[in-house]
């Protein structure tokens, strides 16, 4: 049964968590969720915090038809892109789901959708050689807009460890801020997240700079 978590607001990959909606038989504390699909679930705190739950649902039923799809491209480099896509946002057994679903970012509604593969592909067409999927901002979702076709060097450049942030009147990179206190750029991407920036760079007033 476990502890009551005060789980409101807290974003859990595609659901956000509303109130609280009392106990199961097993007495498990159960969640209002609202989808980023549209749609009202009630799963299981634990389901949430363990990132069992993920979606009301939605992904599972767009994700699953594909490998049975008959659009005949099931072997190609641009389904293997789509379907990458998906896992990363969605399964938290993928090797990345930890900067993508875990922090939020979720795949369009366009593209998760039931035949979101064709439409997929007609928004992004195929990717040219050497050139994979990247978000614009790596802060935001997959969609249309905030999508392209780039190159390594291209996304190398996109990280968002090269991400600038200004503090005290200095501008550094995010991987630069943290190297000021000898962490990891994960420590500061971790920090940044959960607090203001105000917050999230105080360990910084007290550190001379060094150039």
């Known amino acids: 049964m476990g502890n009551f978590v005060d789980l409101t607001g807290k974003r859990f990959g595609k659901l956000l968590a509303i109130k609280p909606a009392g106990k199961n038989k097993q007495g498990c504390y159960l969640w209002e969720c609202k989808c980023d699909c549209g749609n009202t679930t009630t799963p299981q705190g634990r389901s949430l915090t363990s990132g069992n739950t993920t979606s ?55 593209w998760a959708k039931p035949g979101g593969f064709s439409n997929f592909l007609a928004d992004m067409g195929l990717p040219p050689e050497g050139m994979t999927i990247e978000r614009k901002n790596t802060d935001g979702n997959y969609n249309p807009e905030n ?65």
């Open 56 to 110: 009301c649902g939605c992904v599972k039923r767009s994700v699953l038809p594909l490998s049975t799809t008959t659009h005949g491209m099931a072997n190609s480099k641009v389904y293997g892109v789509f379907h990458g896509m998906h896992n990363r946002c969605s399964n938290p057994k993928h090797k990345d789901y930890h900067s993508y679903g875990a922090r939020g970012i979720s795949v369009c509604e366009r």
């Open 147 to 211: 999508c392209k076709w780039a190159t390594p060097t291209e996304q190398a450049n996109n990280k968002r460890t090269n991400r600038l942030i200004t503090w005290n009147n200095q501008t550094r990179t995010l991987t630069g801020w943290a190297k000021l206190l000898s962490k990891p750029a994960s420590w500061l991407w971790k920090r940044i997240d959960k607090y203001p920036l105000a917050e999230a760079m105080k360990p910084f007033d007290t550190v001379p700079p060094i150039e």
